[in-house]
């Protein structure tokens, strides 16, 4: 029985990041640190893609149940997310930025022994907040010029395969969404249309989603290692950098509408919903309980 537990809990923690990966806002590897096996989820990725043969043995069944629930997670998400995207951005937004807000004081909580009389390293909070509005400057496919993935091209695939790399990082970092870049860098709506196209039977899109899955490879076996060796050398100053992160990462959640294929308004106040906001740190705050509690039990057995 303890064996069938362990295994549907594998599988609702990869839904769980595959919501959170699926959205701009929080990252799924946000939703790992705060469910407490995010160290074990960089491990054994870490392990799988540039370990031993018995490193990759020891580590497959783990990220085997993670990767099927995340699929899962994320292929309904697509489905859902494709469609409202364009129907019901404001209200959408709302609720990214109460999941955002909410993760702030959470990863402060949960670290508060690793940042606690070290405020100088408020200097790397202060980057990572500037990182995603310079970031958005930068790019000039910000503003809904669009992205046709269906148009292949090596100019295009080399484009999606960096973008790739750089978003899987953040993906797997506790901070900023690989959603969130992908925003900045005009690539989220294209590419979850074209995946959503594709779970349609359009395979017009398959090549150039295929580019953006070999970069999310590479991606994730250089981050691994890099954010396995920060967390253990540079902890305090990883966590005040993530913490910027997220808080930047609001700056692009208020003008995803600008980046939809037919542009709409960054989100204003009026467009701000309230009620969907407190809905968004809701649902984070209630996994935060729900990991709090298991923790306890945990202690008691």
Known sequence: MHTITRHITDLLRGV?????????????????????????????????????????????????????????????????????????????SSVFIGLTLIAVPIVIMEEK??????????????IGIAVVPLLMILNPATGGSGVDLTQASIGLAMYLFIAAIIAVSALVLPGIS???????????????????????????????????GLGMIAGLAISAKVIMYCFARYRSQTIYLCLGLLVGSLYAIVLGATTLSEPMPAMSWQTFNVGLCILGAAILAALQILKKRAEKKAEQT
């Open 113 to 126: 022994k690793y940042m606690k009389g070290k405020y100088l390293n408020l200097i790397y909070t202060a």
């Open 178 to 212: 690989g959603s969130t870049l992908l925003l900045i860098m005009g690539l989220y709506i294209p590419l979850i249309s074209a995946v959503s196209a594709v779970m349609h039977l359009n395979f017009a899109y398959v090549p150039m989603l295929i580019a953006f």
């Open 16 to 92: 769980a990041m595959a919501v959170a990966d699926s959205v701009p806002g929080v990252s799924g590897g946000t939703i790992a640190f705060l469910l407490g096996f995010y160290e074990k989820f960089i491990g054994s990725a870490s392990d799988f893609l540039l370990g031993t043969n018995e490193q990759r043995k020891a580590a497959f069944p783990f990220l085997f149940k993670l990767g099927v629930g995340w699929v899962a997670g994320f292929s309904v998400c697509v489905l859902i997310l494709s469609t409202l995207f364009h129907t019901y951005i404001y209200e959408i």
